[in-house]
């Protein structure tokens, strides 16, 4: 060891005598240009104790107390060291600390670094600080050259009020982007996101979501396999058929708009949303929704879907609209709009109108401007159709100017039951019709019929009020005030007394199945 110590103080001599003789014999002239090599030497600073020990480690200088070393702008420093010259590198014991610059620093119990390759290698109870991000592990690589951090065997980092923690991960403190992988969470006061794949933009706050992934905010969750959230503003763009849910209420579409703050979203093509509590769907290739008031808009190749009944029935139109009233209170009640060219289909009944209103404070739907409607066999029109609903089945109807009632008696003939007036009113059981009004104006043309629904004698009457009740769908009774009319024989009825007045026959208008509601066709 002191012949180590001898030969180390003779060398440091000799530099230093060759040193004063160049400068003796260049005096007085200009001295040569040398070319700039750059430093890329470990300099010891500090060490209150310098010594060798071959038996405890015969390739480094062993240094105690205080030690701090610099390297190419980065100051390091810890309890103890081994130094090794030879490969321009150190290992550093207890309270080690490295510093960069006044905006990173990096403390651990145990690192090695390579000066060639200025790599830092960090070992127990990590903490590397940037600036406003904090990450802690046990185990971290910072690699100088490319501003990479990474970890391997856990960790978390603290950006703000927001905390990341993964089973490994990387932070380049340049660009100040970070990407965690496995068992990755994400938390802050606001959301909690759980992932296998994250980045995240320190910069901006924002995470790019890669691989399924799960985003809780209060009452909202959110499904996503692609997209970016803003942890600061708490908004989301998702895309890869996202989901989103609250309340039972979901929201899906190939790309996805959330701001938590507003409570608003909105989706974009192929958009679902359902309400599973009153068991109803809208579709579309738009659709947005806001949390606070309820309102719910859905356009292009828009559908509704009520499902609360065994038969689902479908409703087409350009454009649905839902809106909530009194939604903080135990009044809430909606209004739902369709418009305009509404088509409707299910197996019992189908409907066509231009505009289509339902409230559930009265639990009505009501049909403007051109609306019919369409069971089984027969047909209603008039200028305004009310249908009132008790638990989602309907309950009776009111149908209001103009109105026309029509049955084909067989699809093989030319004869209908017919009954026109001003007002009319349809009252129903368990889905059933058990009675038909008809007030104002009056007009009856109806069929005997006898044997097998074989008509033989048409009825023409005209009355004030007409009331018909019916059981299993068949007529069971009429009643009506005085009339005035005629009974004709089949071959002798007038031609302005087989079709009262204003008759139109509109199967071709009617929704064929649930497809035929996309093809509007207008009366002939």
């Known amino acids: ?69 610099t390297h190419q702008g980065a100051r390091l420093y810890c309890d103890s060291a081994y130094f090794y010259e030879a490969s321009n590198s150190f290992e550093a014991f207890g309270h080690v600390k490295m510093y960069q610059g006044d905006t990173l620093s990096l403390v651990s119990d145990y690192a090695y670094y390579d000066g060639n390759e200025q790599m830092a290698r960090a070992r127990y109870n990590v903490v590397l600080k940037h600036k406003k991000t904090t990450l802690y592990t046990d185990s971290l690589d910072y690699d100088r050259l ?14 703000g009020k927001t905390t990341l923690t993964s089973d490994w991960g990387e932070y380049n403190t340049k660009s100040k982007m970070s990407v965690f992988n496995y068992d990755v969470k994400m938390q802050s006061p606001k959301f909690y996101l759980t992932t296998d794949t994250l980045y995240y933009d320190t910069r901006t706050s924002v995470a790019h979501i890669v691989g399924p992934s799960n985003i809780t905010s209060g009452e909202s969750h959110i499904y996503s396999e692609q997209g970016y959230y803003d942890t600061k503003l708490d908004r989301a763009r998702l895309m890869n058929r996202s989901v989103l849910s609250n309340n039972g209420k979901m929201l899906v579409g190939d790309s996805v708009y959330y701001d938590s703050q507003q409570g608003f979203s909105q989706a974009f093509r192929n958009v679902v949303y359902v309400d599973s509590v009153n068991k109803n769907k809208l579709t579309g290739n738009y659709g947005e929704y806001y949390d606070n008031t309820g309102y719910a808009m859905c356009t292009d190749s828009a559908v509704a879907i009520d499902y609360s009944q065994g038969d689902s029935l479908f409703m087409h139109a350009d454009t649905f609209k839902v809106v909530t009233f009194n939604i903080e209170t135990d009044s809430v009640y909606r209004k739902i709009h369709a418009f305009h060219k509404v088509r409707a289909y299910r197996t019992d009944v189908q409907a066509v109108c231009d505009s289509l209103v339902y409230n559930s ?17 027969q047909q209603l029109v008039g200028d305004i159709v009310h249908v009132f609903l008790r638990d989602s089945v309907i309950d009776h109807a009111h149908i209001i100017d103009n109105c026309f009632s029509i049955q084909q008696l067989r699809t093989d003939t030319a004869c209908y039951n017919q009954v026109s007036s001003k007002e009319m009113f349809a009252y129903f059981i368990d889905g059933n019709i058990r009675e038909a009004q008809a007030k104002g104006n009056v007009f009856i043309g109806y069929y005997f019929e006898e044997g097998d629904s074989i008509p033989i004698i048409y009825n023409y009457q005209e009355t ?61």
């Open 146 to 159: 490319y501003d990479n951090a990474y970890f391997f065997e856990g960790g978390k980092m603290v950006d």
């Open 361 to 377: 404070l009265d639990s009505c739907m009501t049909m403007y401007y051109d609306p019919i409607i369409w069971n089984n066999n």
């Open 464 to 524: 004030s009020e007409l009331r018909m009740f019916l059981k299993d769908r068949k007529l069971e009774s009429v009643w009506t005030p005085k009339t005035t009319g005629t009974m004709y024989p089949l071959n002798q009825i007038p031609e302005d007394r087989r079709r009262l007045q204003g008759f139109m026959w509109y199967d071709y208008i009617r929704p064929l199945n649930r497809d035929d509601i996309f093809n509007w066709r207008s009366k002939k």
């Open 1 to 69: 060891m002191l012949k180590r110590a001898f030969y180390f103080l003779l060398a440091v001599a000799l530099v230093a005598g060759l040193g004063s003789a160049g400068a003796q014999k260049g005096k007085g002239k200009r001295p040569a240009r040398r070319s700039q090599v750059k430093d890329t030497r470990i300099y010891l600073v500090h060490a209150d104790v310098l010594h060798f020990d071959d038996r405890i480690n015969p390739d480094a200088t062993i240094l105690n107390g205080k030690v701090h070393f």
